[in-house]
């Protein structure tokens, strides 16, 4: 079995920051790509950042810029680091990691979300 656990976010005001983390645990082999969506009340999950295991990131439009996402293989965990956060970055954020987990073997792992509110 695979876990994955988020943490990070809160409550905080227009122009502030917040790290969000995401650790893996459990029967991995091999972590290939990890990335970081979220979903705000009535509308549906999309991409914020993703990173491939050679660290090649991609960002959605509206976070360029002031979102950075990043890796620790050592510690199977991945992170976004979100700046100049604005009331309408407010959704619930959830982890996500592609994961070889034997041989030939592949699944998508998501984390429980973790809720970001940003207020004006």
């Known amino acids: 079995q695979v876990q994955l656990v988020e943490s990070g976010g809160g409550l905080v005001q227009a122009g502030g920051s917040l790290r969000l983390s995401c650790a893996a645990s459990g029967s991995i082999f091999r972590i290939n790509d990890m990335g970081w969506y979220r979903q705000a009340p009535g509308k549906q999950r999309e991409l914020v950042a993703t990173?491939?295991?050679?660290?090649?990131?991609n960002y959605a439009d509206s976070v360029k810029g002031r979102f950075t996402i990043s890796r620790d293989n050592a510690k199977n965990t991945v992170y976004l680091q979100m700046n100049s956060l604005k009331p309408e970055d407010t959704a619930v954020y959830y982890c996500?990691?592609?994961?070889?987990?034997?041989?030939?073997?592949?699944?998508?792992?998501w984390g429980q979300g973790t809720l970001v509110t940003v207020s004006s």
């Open positions: 990173i491939t295991s050679s660290g090649r990131t």
């Open positions: 996500h990691n592609r994961i070889t987990i034997g041989i030939n073997t592949v699944r998508d792992f």
